[in-house]
Nanobody, 132 residues
Framework: QVQLVESGGGLVNPGGSLRLTCGGSGLHLPYYRSGWFRQAPGKEGEAVGC????????????MYSASAESRFAISKDYTDNTLHLQIDFLKPEDPTRYFC?????????????????????WGQGTQVTVVS
């Protein structure tokens, strides 16, 4: 059974950094197009970005939503079967829950989508809280 589990969230001061991890089981996650999304309580979710599932591209090519800033970085790790989201300069207004998702299409080649409707399997999310 395919499962995604996010980790790495927690409390951080404004301007701090976190590295979130999405672990896959039941699939070799770096070979699937995957995305990171976030949501604040009572608000619509928004895309952070995505990364391709092209096995020929070891590092992958991430793509970011228009609202995402340069302080986000998505990567994947074939050894650990994980995805990562590096967030720098966290702000108190940043949405608090971060989710990873995958489309379950093996080795789909270059490109990815930041549309959440393109993803079939989601993790439960990890909480990020920025406190002064």
């Amino acid at each position: 059974q395919v499962q995604l589990v996010e980790s790495g969230g927690g409390l951080v001061n404004p301007g701090g950094s976190l590295r979130l991890t999405c672990g896959g089981s039941g699939l070799h996650l770096p070979y699937y197009r995957s995305g990171w999304f976030r949501q604040a309580p009572g608000k619509e979710g928004e895309a952070v970005g995505c990364i391709d599932g092209d096995g020929r591209s070891y590092r992958g090519v991430p793509m970011y939503s228009a609202s995402a800033e340069s302080r986000f970085a998505i990567s994947k790790d074939y050894t650990d079967n994980t995805l990562h989201l590096q967030i720098d300069f966290l702000k108190p207004e940043d949405p608090t829950r971060y989710f990873c998702a995958t489309d379950l299409v093996l080795n789909a080649g270059p490109g990815c989508a930041i549309d959440p409707r393109k993803y079939d399997r989601w993790g439960q999310g990890t909480q990020v809280t920025v406190v002064s």
